[in-house]
């Protein structure tokens, strides 16, 4: 069993992930190979809420030029994750400063 640190990768800010966050769903950039129960139990250990659901969706890289002529940045893998009813992650825009 992996730790959330090596599921969740980061979370994806976006303004459309941002306004859906009002509805209690949240975006995050996770391992490619993890699956939703994965995403799940991760999430609600590692911010200590009710998931509800999960959604996950696999991005195609974006085509970038290259010196050397065409190539593709990696795919990745991002989720929405539903909390339950009244739930927020807080901490998700906490920054540190030193």
């Known amino acids: 069993m992996r730790s959330p640190s090596e599921v969740i990768l980061k979370p994806l800010i976006s303004e459309k992930s941002y306004s859906a966050m009002q509805f209690g769903k949240y975006t995050?950039?996770?391992?490619?190979?993890?699956?939703?129960?994965?995403?799940?139990?991760?999430?609600?250990?590692?911010?200590?809420?009710?998931v509800v659901a999960v959604n996950t969706m696999t991005v195609q890289g974006k085509e970038r030029r290259r010196r050397n002529g065409r190539g593709f940045d990696p795919k990745r893998k991002k989720a929405v994750v539903?909390?339950?009813?009244?739930?927020?992650?807080?901490?998700?825009f906490e920054t540190s400063s030193g």
């Not at 995050?28 to 009710?50: C, G, L, W, Y």
Request: charged share 25%.
């Open 28 to 50: 995050f950039d996770v391992h490619p190979s993890a699956n939703k129960i994965e995403i799940a139990r991760a999430v609600e250990e590692a911010f200590e809420v009710n």
């Open 82 to 92: 539903t909390l339950a009813p009244g739930q927020q992650i807080a901490r998700l």
